[in-house]
């Protein structure tokens, strides 16, 4: 129960990261909410995958965040082609640090 706690923390951390630059602007409430929620989602996911032959924390997290950002850059890319950099950017290094930190705390 600790583990799953730490993930979903750790997500929400992310997600208000990800969410700050998007408040800011003052972006769709719906794309914001969305944003948190999928950062929650791929803390959850990112500590408790398993990906073979790959040892280290932070790659995987790049790997997953990245591979979980490709939907929602499709969609995006139909209206605001500008933000698929940001979004690839942020799931990089935000995946990264959860990886990271996911292998040091859990």
Known sequence: MRTILLSLVLGSIAGIIDIIPMLIQKLDKYATGSAFVQWVVLGFIITHV?????????????????????????????????????????????????????????
Do not use: D, F, H, R
């Open 50 to 106: 398993n990906i073979p032959g790959l040892q280290t924390g932070w790659l995987k997290g790049l790997i997953v965040a990245v591979l979980m950002s490709l939907p929602i850059v499709i969609i995006v890319a139909k209206t605001e082609v500008k933000s698929v950099g940001i979004i690839l950017a942020m799931s990089a290094v935000l995946g990264s640090v959860v990886g990271y930190v996911s292998t040091k705390i859990i």
